[in-house]
C-alpha cells in the first residue's frame, strides 16, 4: 500500500531558479525530487506547499510525496535524502501523512519573514539575506502602517500584477516588526502570518511599510491602497533575497503518529 | 605632511586565500589596498592588525596605511574605498591616527567568537559561517573547562606547532559560551578575549572544549594541557569556518579627534 510523506525542508534560494521545476534553471523541487528518487528507487516528484521566486528562502517549507516501497519509520528519510542533497538544501523533518495529503490545499496558514539592513554600510557576510537600505527607517511609522493589514482584506493592491486567483481576500494573522542592533547598523525583521498569500504579497507589503518608514508615504496611503484594490505603480517590490519561508501550517490531524524511534 | 588612518573592516573570509598577502590565491589585503590605492591617488598597502586563515572572517579587523594626498576628513573613506570593494569585503569606519600607528603592535586586545552548530542536521544558509556537529554537547562541562583557561597562562599547548614566537604567555581576560535555539538545533558561540593570541589558538581551544563537551576528555585534561605546555596529538584543531575576529582595541589616545560632520 502506498504511503504518503511530508518533507519539512530549508534550502538557501541564492543559487536556484526558484522552488517549481520549470525548463530554464535549476528548481529546489528538482534537487529534491532527485533525492527523494534515489532513496525510494522509484521516480517521484515531491509537491511544495506553494512557490517561492528565484532567491528566496526557505526553513520551513513542506512538500510531500507517495512511495509503496519506503517500510520504515517516515523519520529514517531524513539522513537517508539529506545524503543525496547538495549542501544548499537539507530535510530537516520527515513525517508520516494521510493518504491524499495535499500540501497547498491543506495548508492553513504559512508564515514568511523579511529581513532588512538599515545602514550605512552594507555587510559582506550576510548579503545574500536581505535588503540593504541606507536611508534611516522609522519603524514606529512601519508599525503602525503594519496594524492596518492586520485581519481579513482584499490584498489585490499587494498581489503581482497579472496574477489570476479567483479571490484576493485573505487574513493576515500577525505582521511583526522587531529590531536589533547589528554591525553598524539595524536589522529590521518583518514576521507576517496568514491563512495564504497572494504572489509577491509578502514582498509588495514590505516594499509599502519600506516606502511609510522612509517618509515617502503616510499610513493613509496604506489605507488608500486597500480600498483601491489596484496596485499602485509607485509601490516597491522588495528584492527576494531577503524572503525567508519558515513555517506552513497544516490541521495536526493529517500527521500519521510517528512510529517511536528508528 | 603624511597622514595615517586605521580602517575598521568586515570580510566574509570564504572565498579568500586568509588576510595576509601571498603569492597564491587573493588575500584581503590585497583587495583592500588596491581599493585604498585607487582611492588616493598612489599606491599603498595596508597593515593589518594580524592575520586571518583562509575561510575565517571578520566583523572587526583593523588595518592602517599613511598618505599625504588626502585632505577630506577621515570619514568620507568609508564610502570611497568601498565604492571599489567586491561586496564580501566592506569599510565600517575610518579614523585618523597618530604618526606610526602600529596596528600589530599598538593592539592591546581582541576578541574573537567561535560558532558552532549543535543538531543531526546541517543548516543550508549559514554552511560557512559555523562548525556543524551532530553530537549533543554538554555545554556545563564546556564552561567548566573554559573557566580553567581564563587568567594568564602559558598557552603554548594550545598554539600550532612549529609557530616561533618568543612567548607563549597570554591572558585571557574573557570566554563566554552562550547558546540559543536554532532552525532544529542549537548554535553555541564562543567568545573569547586576550591581551594577544598565538597561532591557531582560538580554534585549539575550541577543539579541546568541544572535546570536553563531547565527554572525550575531562576539564582535568584542559589543565594538563596548560602545564605539558605541548600540544595535545589528540586535540583537535577546529574548522576555520566557524571563526571571525570582531574586534582589535587599542589605547583611544593613538585615536586622532573626529573632523566633525563631512
Known amino acids: 500500500m502506498a504511503s504518503a510523506f511530508a518533507l519539512t525542508v530549508a534550502y538557501d534560494g541564492t543559487r536556484y531558479a526558484g522552488w517549481q521545476i520549470q525548463p530554464n534553471g535549476l528548481a529546489v523541487q528538482q534537487v529534491l525530487s532527485d533525492a527523494v528518487s534515489k532513496v525510494i528507487g522509484h521516480s517521484v516528484q515531491v509537491q511544495g506547499s506553494g512557490r517561492t521566486d528565484s532567491g528566496v528562502h526557505a526553513t ?50 504559512k508564515r514568511y519573514r523579511y529581513t532588512i539592513r538599515m545602514s550605512r554600510v552594507p555587510d559582506p557576510i550576510h548579503h545574500p539575506y536581505h535588503w540593504w537600505i541606507t536611508r534611516h527607517l522609522d519603524i514606529a511609522a512601519m508599525r503602525e502602517g503594519a496594524a492596518r493589514l492586520i485581519g481579513t482584506h482584499d490584498f489585490k493592491a499587494f498581489e503581482a500584477q497579472g496574477s489570476t486567483r479567483k479571490t484576493s481576500v485573505r487574513t493576515v494573522r500577525a505582521l511583526e516588526i522587531a529590531e536589533r542592533e547589528h554591525l553598524r547598523g539595524w536589522e529590521l525583521t518583518l514576521e507576517i502570518e496568514a491563512n495564504g498569500f497572494l ?57 500519521l503518529p510517528s512510529e517511536g524511534a528508528s
Chains 1, 2 share one sequence.
Open 60 to 109: 520551513g517549507q513542506v512538500c510531500s510525496f507517495a512511495t509503496d516501497v519506503w517500510s520504515h519509520p517516515a523519520d529514517r528519510l531524513v539522513q537517508a535524502i539529506n545524503r543525496h542533497l547538495p549542501r544548499d538544501v537539507v530535510v530537516l523533518e520527515s513525517r508520516g501523512v494521510v493518504a491524499g495529503f495535499d500540501p497547498i490545499r491543506n495548508a492553513i496558514g
Open 199 to 255: 504572489y509577491n504579497m509578502v514582498r509588495n507589503i514590505t516594499g509599502a511599510l519600506v516606502a511609510i518608514g522612509s517618509g515617502r508615504f503616510s499610513t493613509r496611503w496604506i489605507e488608500g491602497l486597500l480600498e483601491s484594490r489596484e496596485r499602485d505603480p509607485e509601490g516597491k517590490t522588495a528584492p527576494a533575497r531577503g524572503l525567508c519561508l519558515i513555517r506552513v501550517d497544516y490541521p495536526p490531524q493529517l500527521f
